[in-house]
């Protein structure tokens, strides 16, 4: 299948910070991306939906301002967590599809906020 | 809310086949019914997906009822490293295409 790379696998932080994580898609052009995070013990809950070029679209709930995502080229969205407080610790998970196959996800980003 | 309903778990006997069922009774025209699975810590691996056809790959089976309201996931010979959570989800394709996670099964293929 399709690659897909997170980066940084892990990442602590200082609570007030913002935090950085890159999803690539590394063999196909990405006309989307897709961002979710995981607590502990939950599945995964889409966060936002990323299309090359245009901005993004917020699920319910999702703070916008407080969760950045650019989606400037066709294989590179990010993701940045702004002013990170405890409770932003989790999971982070991209997906990326070519709007015509399945979707491919990253190995994920463990984010702890301290 | 998840358009799927899965068993919360499963056991499995290693080498045995493992079926996975899926209920998705309010599934739509134009919607596919994906696999994923999630091994512990790591994102989602993708298995199969099909829209009414019986589909096969390296990794498994999906069997596709005839009125598509359920579905089921076979591992032909689960192996140890099968022990995952399994998602079934329903998504269009195309422009449209969103997953939505539910709870999955979690599969423990037992020695």
């Known amino acids: 299948g399709a690659v897909v790379s997170q980066h940084p696998s892990w990442v602590i932080c200082k609570s007030g910070t913002s935090v950085k994580i890159e999803c690539r898609s590394l063999?196909?052009?990405?006309?989307?991306m897709f961002w979710y995070r995981q607590f502990p013990k939950q599945s995964l809950m889409l966060m936002a939906t990323?299309?090359?070029?245009?901005?993004?679209?917020?699920e319910q709930g999702v703070e916008k301002d407080k969760f950045l995502i650019n989606h400037a080229s066709l294989t590179l969205s990010t993701l940045t967590v702004t002013s990170a407080h405890p409770e932003d610790s989790s999971f982070y998970i991209c997906?990326?599809?070519?709007?015509?196959?399945?979707?491919?996800f990253g190995q994920g980003t463990r984010l702890t906020v301290v | 809310d998840a358009k799927t309903t899965q068993p919360p778990s499963m056991d499995c006997a290693e080498g045995r086949a493992a079926n996975l069922p899926c209920n998705h009774s309010?599934?739509?025209?134009?919607?596919?019914v994906y696999w994923y699975r999630q091994i512990h810590s790591q994102g989602p691996q993708y298995i199969i997906h099909?829209?009414?056809n019986n589909e096969t790959n390296e990794m498994a089976s999906l069997i596709i009822t005839e009125d598509r309201k359920s579905s089921t996931l076979i591992l032909p010979h689960a192996t140890l490293r099968d022990t995952a959570v399994y998602y079934c989800?329903?998504?269009?394709?195309?422009?449209?295409?969103?997953?939505?996670f539910g709870k999955g099964t979690l599969l423990t293929v037992n020695p």
């Open positions: 099909g829209l009414k």
């Open positions: 309010t599934i739509s025209g134009n919607e596919y």
């Open positions: 990323s299309n090359e070029g245009s901005k993004a679209t917020y």
């Open positions: 063999d196909f052009q990405a006309t989307t």
């Open positions: 989800i329903v998504a269009s394709g195309g422009s449209n295409y969103k997953l939505t």
């Open positions: 997906s990326a599809s070519d709007g015509d196959t399945e979707a491919f």
